[in-house]
């Protein structure tokens, strides 16, 4: 390996930029039992009309300190059918996002729903959104059982799930679509006693009144389906909840070799259906696209995967990298595809010993450096990237996460041109503000220095207001 060689300490003035995070994420797992605790109200309600309606939020924005932000979201009206919680009467009014990156709930006039709502203090309005446990009333069959049994159903102890078996069928995108799974005994196993039920059509199964205590939990599915056992906790007079998910256990294993028979570890290994071979929708490809990387003998081994025709190799679904460094390449090693052979996959068979031996590898270089901040603090947590792109989306080169000293370590192509990222955030008073430098373009050589990449100190709330109060 060589190492590269590039001095930026100079060349390095990075602006700060601040971004709004889009993406939804939620906390799952929740139980009914907590969810019914938390929630402020709890009705089965059909939505009758929607207007738009708009909620104030307090955030810290670089150089301008605190600042109040509108979101636009939607009120909807409901016609109450059923209350378990909160509210008499025969409406409410509910307010939720718009969707996509603020979580709300996208509520269809005339369907029915149960709705776990929360009172915001300052408003005084009712708020939900897909993080709760607010879903179509035809697939909360747990939660209405549970409701329904108010209030002896706070007193016992209660097992409930649902098990979701993830179909062969691709919905337009290329995902697996799913289904629930009716008629299926699931055994729950404890130290002392044991327990069995079936699911419902709606796939949901359920226990009440069991002894505390720990369990483990198996579904009987046909052979040819995942099968993995879980373990629960059920505590005193509450509720645990276990969602099983399955599909075709389909596999394929086998051995990476390089051109001297060397076992290879760390090698990128894909399985892609030979009918998304050709296929222009990068989204489609992607999601039919399994990954492997080899391991410390040098072996993969793909699991859960359905019937059908794939081609096996290696770097199939991108160009070569410093962590996989070989040229495009079908099972059992033939670099043309037209040549290559298909592997032929039944439902949940298991395929062994597809070994493959490659060609000699591309020549490699190390990239280090450090990342730190404007006042010499190392820069942690942080993040380094290569890219083939100065904007976002490019082909990932390689990177990863620095080390507790804001060091980083990384391998990359010789003679490959990319675009270095460096992305951290740092925390004031309470708000995470998010830091990335101007990407810097470099060409992968022999003879170069260290990299140093440098992010600026966010500046704190109350210095921006000495600033403004200042003559």
């Known amino acids: 390996m060589k190492k590269i060689i590039l001095i930026l300490a100079a060349l390095i003035v990075l602006p700060l930029l601040v971004e709004r995070v889009e993406a939804c994420s939620c906390a799952y797992g929740e139980t009914v039992c907590d969810a019914y605790q938390k929630a402020s109200a709890v009705f089965i309600g059909i939505p009758l009309s929607d207007s738009p309606a708009s909620s104030q939020h307090e955030v810290y924005a670089l150089g301008k300190g605190k600042e109040r932000v509108t979101w636009q979201e939607k009120l909807f009206r409901f016609s109450i059918e059923e209350s378990f919680k909160g509210i008499e009467g025969t409406e409410i009014e509910v307010q939720t996002g718009l969707g996509g990156g603020d979580c709300g709930y996208a509520f269809q006039k005339g ?14 309005r009712f708020h939900t959104s897909i993080c709760t446990r607010t879903s179509m009333f035809s697939r909360a069959s747990e939660d209405v059982d549970f409701l329904r049994g108010l209030p002896n159903s706070t007193t016992q102890t209660r097992v409930s799930g649902t ?46 009144g069991l002894p505390p205590g720990r369990y483990k939990v198996k579904a009987e599915l046909s052979a040819d389906l995942l099968n993995e ?49 050709k296929d222009k929708s990068s989204s489609s490809i992607a999601a039919r696209t399994h990954i492997e990387k080899t391991d410390k003998e040098g072996k ?18 991108e160009q070569p990298r410093g962590d996989s460094p070989y040229p495009r390449t079908y099972f059992p090693g033939i670099l043309d595809r037209d040549k290559a052979t298909v592997i032929v996959l039944g439902e949940g068979e298991k395929l062994t010993g597809y070994n493959i031996q490659l060609p000699p590898a591309l020549a490699v270089t190390t990239i280090e450096g450090v990342f730190v901040w404007s006042d ?6 942080g993040r380094v990237s290569f890219t083939s792109s100065a904007e976002k ?3 990932f080169y390689g990177g990863g996460e620095v080390d507790a000293q804001g060091r980083f370590r990384f391998d990359s192509l010789n003679g490959k041109e ?51 109060k200042e003559p």
């Open 111 to 124: 369907e029915r729903y149960l709705i776990y709502a929360y009172r915001d203090s300052k408003t005084n």
């Open 163 to 208: 098990i979701i078996q993830y179909t062969n069928e691709r919905d337009q995108r290329g995902y697996q679509k799913s289904q629930y799974m009716s008629g299926v005994k699931v055994l729950l196993i404890g130290e002392d006693k044991s327990f069995e039920t079936t699911t419902n059509k709606e796939g949901m199964y359920q226990i009440v």
């Open 229 to 277: 056992e879980k373990e629960i906790i059920v505590p005193v007079a509450g509720c645990a909840t276990l969602t099983i998910y399955t599909q075709t256990d389909g596999r394929v294993s086998g051995k990476i070799m390089d051109h001297q028979g060397q076992i290879v570890e760390g090698a990128r290994v894909n399985l892609i259906p030979v009918d998304t071979a």
């Open 300 to 317: 993969y081994h793909f699991k859960e995967i359905p019937p059908g025709r794939y081609y096996l190799g290696i770097n199939l679904d």
């Open 376 to 381: 010499g603090r190392p820069v942690n947590p």
């Open 393 to 395: 989306g490019g082909k």
């Open 418 to 468: 990319c675009w270095i990222h460096g992305s951290t955030y740092s925390t004031v008073n309470g708000t995470m503000q998010f830091v990335n430098i101007d990407p810097i373009k470099i060409l992968v050589e022999d003879g170069m220095q260290s990299l140093k990449l440098i992010a600026p100190v966010p500046p704190k709330p109350n210095d921006e207001t000495k600033k403004k």
